[in-house]
């Protein structure tokens, strides 16, 4: 037994994710690889198939998991909203036969078993010395590393989309690259985002696109702001007439056309101002459309790998 209280018992491991595009393809119950998943995978899998039994994903039985990992916070873990799964916290308090990877070891939750962060930030800083982790996925596959593993399969992590999972990728995808770089093989289904992409400029002319668009906006930009501080200006000046007028009484029929005229060309600028902005709300919905279209692309792709 190593210092991690855990004994590989097969070379290969594979950690299943949430995302459904790859999720599916995990080598479930197979003896010759030890599973693992996180969070709360395996009881909201259960949960869900209590309303359709389709819905029931996670297909290994608990005594072929061979690990599991949740490494939020116990406040995150605990709460009784979770949408992902209402029992969770129950399931927690529940002893399994495997270890249960967390920041701490829980009184309250048997199969808890203390993940070594530290070691793992250690063995992992940047070259000038940072800690650098954004998801699960990269302590995860660090740990793979110091338990000894030869082979890491990913399944269901694909982190493309434009929330949280936007700024965990690059960092999953260079942890990844740094075990490879230390002779370990990191797999990953062809049908996943993961490791993926267009080859840039030669395959992907999106980036063209979105690149005249974001000038496009930022010429728009500039011209608003510089009409706006010229309509600032002259509204400034036709109040300064304004009070010259009010107060010396003038009813000079030059002063009242140079104050009509002045507010006919402040109106004209709003106008052009106002279009302005309804140009820069198009193009921000061209970018959208463009985006929403590549996204398509994506999965029109892997549908054909499927």
Request: proline share 5%.
């Amino acid at each position: 037994m190593n210092k991690y209280g855990f004994e590989p018992k097969n070379p290969t491991c594979a950690v299943v994710g949430f995302a459904t595009q790859s999720r599916s393809y995990a080598p479930w119950n197979n003896p010759k690889i030890d599973l693992f998943g996180l969070n709360e995978e395996l009881a909201w899998a259960e949960w869900l198939g209590k309303k359709d039994p389709n819905q029931r994903w996670w297909k290994a039985k608990e005594e072929n998991v061979a690990g599991w990992f949740q490494l939020h916070g116990y406040s995150t873990f605990m709460r009784a909203e979770n949408h992902n799964d209402p029992d969770h916290p129950k399931w927690l308090k529940q002893k399994h036969p495997f270890p249960i990877f967390m920041q701490e070891k829980f009184p309250d939750v048997p199969s808890s078993v203390r993940f070594p962060i530290e070691d793992i930030q250690k063995e992992f800083r940047t070259p000038d010395g940072k800690i650098y982790f954004t998801s699960s996925i990269s302590y995860i596959m660090c740990f793979f590393y110091l338990l000894g593993y030869k082979r890491i399969e990913v399944y269901g992590f694909e982190m493309a989309s434009d929330t949280e999972y936007a700024f965990q990728r690059p960092n999953a995808s260079w942890i990844a690259g740094r075990l490879r770089a230390r002779g370990m093989d990191v797999y990953v289904p062809p049908i996943s985002n993961f490791l993926s992409g267009q080859v840039y400029a030669y395959e992907d002319q999106w980036v063209g696109w979105n690149q005249d668009i974001e000038m496009n906006r930022s010429k728009v930009a500039k011209e608003q702001q510089l009409l706006n501080e010229q309509i600032d200006r002259k509204r400034g000046i036709y109040a300064a007439l304004m009070d010259v007028v009010n107060l010396r009484n003038q009813t000079s029929n030059d002063l009242r056309a140079m104050a009509d005229k002045l507010e006919e060309e402040i109106m004209d600028m709003s106008r052009k101002s106002h279009a302005l902005t309804g140009r820069y709300e198009g193009l921000n919905f061209s970018m959208t459309l463009h985006n929403a279209f590549r996204n398509l692309d994506n999965m029109a792709e892997d549908v054909e790998n499927e």
